[in-house]
Nanobody, 126 residues
Framework: QVQLVESGGGLVQAGGSLRLSCVVS????????MGWFRQAPGKEREFVAA????????SYEDSVKGRFTMSRDNRDNTVYLQMNSLKPEDTGVYFC???????????????????WGQGTQVTVSS
């Protein structure tokens, strides 16, 4: 089992920045493939960013490329999502997720992720 706890959400004005954190614990936590997803009210959960367990390979949803950066520190088993130039359309609940299938091709599909955090709210005002 892998446990995930997100933090760092909040209310920010358009153009501002937030950094989300996700503490990963449990079996083989440092070898988990990690992803960030978000869900806006009335919409389906959508992919935001993903990386392999080494942090060598990353993938980003097109609308966040150049604005969001995903990173991880395996020394303290924490994954980060640095979000800059935030827009109102970035508003939603952000979820950290993990899988251990050792396939980066699974990066962007929510159904491939085995473990999920509780989510943290991000609200961007215009």
């Amino acid at each position: 089992q892998v446990q995930l706890v997100e933090s760092g959400g909040g209310l920010v004005q358009a153009g501002g920045s937030l950094r989300l954190s996700c503490v990963v614990s449990g079996r083989a936590a440092s070898h988990s493939y990690m992803g960030w997803f978000r869900q806006a009210p009335g919409k389906e959960r959508e992919f935001v960013a993903a990386m392999d367990w080494r942090g060598a390979r990353k993938s980003y949803e097109d609308s966040v490329k150049g604005r969001f950066t995903m990173s991880r520190d395996n020394r303290d088993n924490t994954v980060y999502l640095q979000m800059n130039s935030l827009k109102p359309e970035d508003t939603g609940v952000y979820f950290c997720a993990a899988h251990q299938y050792n396939r980066f091709s699974y990066c962007c599909s929510a159904e491939k992720y085995e473990y999920w955090g509780q989510g943290t709210q991000v609200t961007v005002s215009s």
